[in-house]
């Protein structure tokens, strides 16, 4: 692809990024989306208990239209991350900005959607009243409040549910409606807490469309959330958070490679033959008819494959080995555990 | 300015969707309607010589009833009612709106908004003020112009004697507005509130009390509360003379309280501004 800039630790903005924009309507820009250095935020929550460190040292970035998640367990620090940056919270010391404003800037918001986890609406408004009430409060101009309500109403697959008052929707819905609040005033960064927290599959589905209609349109979105698997389908980078701090970033292929371990399928292989690949490389095993090879080297994995097609074998496939981002996830916390 | 008036009016919406006020409406709807409808009066000479309610004669016993005296006395019965149940009822039907405000999910999502805290909290009290604003309007004045129409009478007691109601509504509000900030919790916010009025009552008649007093600490403490707070009993009184058409003794509650009622409204809007949610 060709890159028409590279920035700092950023994604590349290439040539289709910028197509995307243009059309999108949204400013093209090399600068950060969010950026924080050095967060720090503890809470007291009492005259007798002991200080909560929720923050401790936080810094990251994130691109212009890169989806960003942040995975970690219960009290990790992640949604008083997303408050700090929105401004419902206060670091203690640190730096952080959003779209280059500082975070909590009220202009700013203008430009930032918000999910909450566990958000709350007034229970005595339609759902059609509640997305029209926040895009007030977003600063839609009033014309335009009707039609993009309607249209994302429909987006969201609540258009039948417009006219219904909310203490009749399931939390399915809820949640489905409030990714049509965080999206009414066509924000550039959108922060997703837990956006699938209590969605049936279907309806996860129809939010993963949502998201990646929004990242086609150059939208940034950072989203926190215990589940996995939509974090792995979703987003361009990960970090992984615990006790307040971050322990790993880097794309989902990053977090989940096993470095030099690959597959191969080769039919039966006899074992005189998997005893000839065991004095080539440092681990050799068998199951299920594939070969799990784990060697040193590139060398050495085709010295592996020389050995096999000469031992009569057909090679059918060779691929790398990856473990799942939960197996990396898991393992990333456990290694923090186990540190002193 | 148009978000700060979507927060008033969605303070507004929510509220009015609320059993008390709707039940306050109703009963406002009943009184203008049976004045309408089930009252007449006739009038000779400027005194009552005959009434009717609802088509049946009423016994005025051969006494020579003013029609002037008439109207100031259901005007002054009705402001006597409104600043004791009509108060009673707005701050219990209002309390929550600052605890509902700031549940987790909820704040969350206003905070995220392009509206600075004090323009959210001063948007949150504006619709509180003027839910019952419209209320208080709806009945006094109907009930103002409905008695001007069938009598003939046009006094200024009602509307100035709702003026100190709503006026009293909102001192007591930004105290609402503060102790909801501060505890999160409707029930201390609808306690506290009540608990000015039979405070009030005490320190309006401090100096029999004092007198009876050695101590100088337990005379500065009492003198110190009766400065601080409102003077909702000074104002009761004041709204009185109003109703009655009477001159005014003193306008002085009105300051010192409007003071307090201000200074709880700043507070609140400096504690929500500083807080973490």
Known sequence: MLFLRNFGPFPAVSIIDAILCLASGKPLSTEAAITVEDLAKTFRTGWHSAPVRALDGVSLSVGRGEVFGLLGPNGAGKTTLVKVLLGITFADSGTATILGKKAGDVATKARIGYLPEGHRYPLHLTGEGVVRWFARLSGVPSREIGPRTRRLLARVGLERWAGVRLRKYSKGMVQRLGMAVALVHEPEVLFLDEPTDGVDPLGRAEIRRVLLEEKAKGTSIFINSHLLSEIERTCDRVAVVAHGKILRVGTVADLTDKGLSYRVDAGAVPPAVLAALREKAPSVTATNGLVHLRVRSLEELNACLDALRSSGCLLREVWPEKSTLEESFIQILEGEEARP | ?277
């Not at chain 2, 006739?42 to 016994?59: N, S």
């Not at chain 2, 039907?93 to 206003?110: C, F, I, Q, S, W």
């Not at chain 2, 600075?116 to 003027?130: K, N, V």
């Open chain 2, 1 to 277: 300015m148009s978000r700060l008036l979507a927060v008033v009016d969605g303070t507004i919406r929510e509220s009015m969707a609320k059993f008390t006020f709707l039940a306050f409406l109703g009963m406002s709807t009943l009184t203008l309607l049976i004045i309408v409808f089930a009252v007449n009066l006739d009038v000779v000479d400027g005194a009552l010589a005959a009434a009717r309610l609802f088509g049946k004669d009423i016994e005025l016993g051969g006494t020579r009833i003013a029609i002037d005296t008439l109207v100031t006395g259901i005007q002054t019965g009705m402001a006597g009612f409104l600043f004791g149940v009509g108060l009673f009822l707005s701050i219990f039907a209002t309390a929550n709106l600052v605890p509902v405000m700031l549940e987790k999910g909820y704040v969350d999502l206003l905070l995220s908004k392009p509206l600075s805290r004090p323009a959210l909290f001063l948007g949150r009290y504006l619709g509180a003020l003027a839910v019952v604003l419209i209320n208080l309007f709806y009945l006094v004045g109907g009930v103002w112009v409905l008695l001007g129409w069938k009598t003939g009478v046009w006094k200024s007691g009602l509307p100035a004697a709702g003026l100190i109601i709503i006026l009293t509504y909102a001192i007591i509000l930004g105290f609402m507005m503060l102790v909801g900030v501060v505890t999160r919790s409707s029930s201390i916010t609808i306690m506290l509130s009540y608990f000015l009025f039979p405070l009030a009552g005490f320190l309006a008649v401090r100096d029999n009390v004092t007198v009876m007093l050695t101590s100088k600490t337990a005379i500065a403490f009492i003198d110190g509360l009766y400065h601080v707070l409102p003077k909702i009993a000074g104002l009761g009184l004041l709204m009185g003379e109003l109703a009655m058409g009477k001159p005014v003794s003193t306008y002085a509650p009105i300051g010192s309280s409007v003071l307090f009622g201000a200074a709880c409204l700043a507070l609140g809007v400096v504690v929500f501004s500083r807080k973490d949610y």
